[in-house]
């Protein structure tokens, strides 16, 4: 396809006079791009006595009329994407375009927690390319992501609950997963401040746990996604609010819908055209869909998370209870972060509420009744794109060049680096990447569903 940036003519030029002219090109890229200043001890104390400041993380550019490809969504997906594309495929003719700030929406507020102990063999493979990536990527984007393999607990307080975990961990041994069912004993071991007696109405009976497991600063995947890209030609744009997608000869009105193919998108800064848009936005997932006439089976909640004063760190694992609908980790700064699952009521509110206090507190004093005397400090809410099989959407819609990679709902964080490389791929070669395959938008028509709710409800 026409998006191949650095096309050769293989047929004239013998291999080694392609290599050749290939490391020519390359040594003049990388000239007239010498990559963004290295995060290092040594550039440290250069700056320090130069009294030169750092360069800005990312550049603003003028907003073109025409691009290959336009990725809506500044968050870890749409950025990953933008920046796989240039990367491995060295497509880099991209934008990236968001109504507000890059890590705005569901990136910039989420809990943070990675691991890959999901339910079906297909979760089970995406996740765990995903914890691969996020194992390198403090050394790959040049950034501190502070990524703490921390492992991970999923509490069990009822017969069914221990089955759901005992199966979990069969579906996560046999790929190679690090993940076990253990007993009450084990669980007070990882983490003491958890009360295992039989006095709570749900006590706890056991817990599966993934070592590998573990919680990451969010804000700096995304600012390194952000830097990589940028420095490999991608445009980012910040407040730019895509209001429509401009489709032809598609079955419904404008030329959208079915059988239709992509033009390029209408923005509250003029128009672009562009033969691929994809939609990397989450909780507005559907409604963007929606603007090429794809319906998505998409509802969308808000989900709150709070945060503690600082404490000595007491906590060293995560910790999540499906039952009670809460989880907890503690940050290196000692501050408690709790979770919860969604907001019953479908909205695009982002505001806080004091029944998911009240509830989150009744029900994280039962786990760990020492804590009642800490402080809650901030509360806040983001908005989560629930599918009914609580896996995502991903890939090629029935209008040409509309792609999706939503229905992340309260999951998705972790999902970011494995979605940008397969979603770039699927860009660049046209063809569905094996890894996402089971998360077509067809699944719905046919039943193929993936079920994941047994393990994302509430541990995201
Ligand atoms: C409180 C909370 C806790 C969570 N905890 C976890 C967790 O522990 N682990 C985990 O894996 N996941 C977690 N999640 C889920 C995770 O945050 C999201 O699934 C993930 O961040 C989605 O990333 P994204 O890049 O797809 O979308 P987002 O980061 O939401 O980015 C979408 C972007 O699209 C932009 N946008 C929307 N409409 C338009 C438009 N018309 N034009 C231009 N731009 C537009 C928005 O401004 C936004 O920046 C949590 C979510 C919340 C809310």
């Known amino acids: 396809m026409a998006l191949n940036t650095c096309h050769i003519d293989t047929a004239i030029p013998a291999a080694s006079t392609l290599d050749f002219f290939y490391t020519l090109a390359m040594v003049s890229f990388r000239r007239s791009n010498p990559g963004p200043v290295r995060y290092s001890a040594g550039t440290l104390a250069k700056k320090g006595l130069s009294g030169d400041d750092w360069p800005r993380v990312w550049r603003d550019h003028e907003l073109k009329s025409t691009y290959d490809v336009v990725i809506i969504g500044g968050g870890v997906h749409g950025l990953a994407t933008a920046y796989y594309l240039a990367t491995n495929h060295g497509i880099t003719n991209v934008a990236v375009l968001d109504k507000g700030y890059l890590g705005g929406g569901g990136s910039g507020r989420n809990t943070a927690i990675v691991r890959s102990n999901y339910l079906t063999p297909e979760g089970v493979a995406f996740y765990d390319r995903s914890l691969t990536l996020y194992n390198s990527m403090a050394a790959d984007l040049n950034i501190n992501v502070m990524f703490s393999e921390r492992g991970h607990m999923t509490l069990a307080h009822t017969d069914s609950a221990l089955r ?9 041994k046999l790929q190679g997963i690090d993940s076990s069912v253990i007993d009450p004993q084990e669980v007070k071991k990882l983490a003491p401040s958890l009360d295992v007696s039989s006095h709570p109405r749900y006590p706890i009976l056991g817990a599966l ?8 600063r969010h804000d700096a995947v995304v600012w390194g996604y952000a830097r990589g890209a940028d420095h490999a030609g991608v445009h980012l744009h910040q407040k730019t609010e895509v209001l429509d997608i401009l489709c032809e000869g598609g079955e419904l009105a404008d030329g959208k819908g079915a059988g239709g193919k992509v033009t390029g998108v209408r ?17 507005w997932g559907s409604l963007i869909s929606n603007m090429a006439g794809v319906k998505l089976p998409i509802n969308t909640h808000p989900l709150e998370a709070a945060v503690t004063e600082p404490v000595k760190v007491f906590l060293p694992t995560v910790v999540v209870s499906g039952s009670l609908h809460v989880y907890v980790s503690q940050t290196d700064r000692g501050e408690l972060v709790f979770g919860a699952s969604v907001d019953p009521l479908a909205t695009y509110s982002m505001r806080g509420s004091l029944s998911f206090t009240e509830e989150l507190a009744g029900h994280i004093l039962e786990l760990m009744p020492g804590i009642s005397k800490m402080r809650l400090l901030r509360q806040w809410a983001g908005l989560c794109d629930m599918t009914p099989d609580y896996s995502p959407i991903m890939g090629f819609t029935p209008v040409e060049g509309h792609l999706t990679d939503v229905g992340w709902g309260t999951y998705g964080f972790k999902a970011g680096p494995v979605s940008g490389e397969q979603m770039a791929e699927c860009i660049a070669t046209q063809q569905t990447p094996k890894l996402i395959a089971p998360f077509k938008l067809s699944r719905f028509e046919t039943g193929e569903l993936v079920g994941e709710k047994g393990a994302a409800a509430v541990g995201h």
């Open 164 to 172: 759901t975990m005992h199966w979990r961990a069969e579906v996560n």
């Open 267 to 283: 923005t509250n800064r003029g128009d672009i055209s562009a033969p691929i848009v994809v939609n990397c936005t989450a909780g």
């Open 209 to 216: 746990h993934h070592p590998p497991g573990g919680i990451i």
